[in-house]
């Protein structure tokens, strides 16, 4: 398995922006799907954002799209999610997932990633 480490969150006011990192150890990410999914306190972990091997193909909750933007660099094994004009309501702590699924319905469903971070707090002030 691969191990992650996340990094970026913190604390902004509403209409800010946050970039996260996620740094892989172990094992190349160029063979999983990445994905970023978050949790707020007492909700289920939802989707935020994925993005398949080789970049060319992105995937983004409703909730996000247009103001997240997911992005990889396989050299730098790290994955990264620049968030924009955050809400209070993207209030959460995100996990970077990595998926070995080849089915695209996967990607946005935690069942299919085998490796996650432990989290980085996300909090946004109105």
């Known amino acids: 398995q691969v191990q992650l480490v996340e990094s970026g969150g913190g604390l902004v006011q509403a209409g800010g922006s946050l970039r996260l990192s996620c740094a892989a150890s172990?094992?190349?990410?160029?063979?999983?799907?990445m994905g970023w999914f978050r949790q707020a306190p007492g909700k289920e972990r939802e989707f935020v954002a994925a993005i398949n091997r080789n970049s060319v193909t992105t995937y983004y909750a409703d909730s996000v799209r247009g103001r997240g933007t997911i992005s990889r660099d396989n050299a730098k094994n790290t994955v990264y999610l620049q968030m924009d004009s955050l809400k209070p309501e993207d209030t959460a702590v995100y996990y970077c997932?990595?998926?070995?699924?080849?089915?695209?319905?996967?990607?946005?469903?935690?069942?299919?990633?085998?490796?996650w971070g432990q989290g980085t707090q996300v909090t946004v002030s109105p």
């Open positions: 997932g990595a998926s070995g699924s080849y089915i695209y319905s996967d990607y946005i469903r935690k069942f299919s990633y085998d490796s």
């Open positions: 172990g094992r190349t990410i160029s063979t999983y799907v």
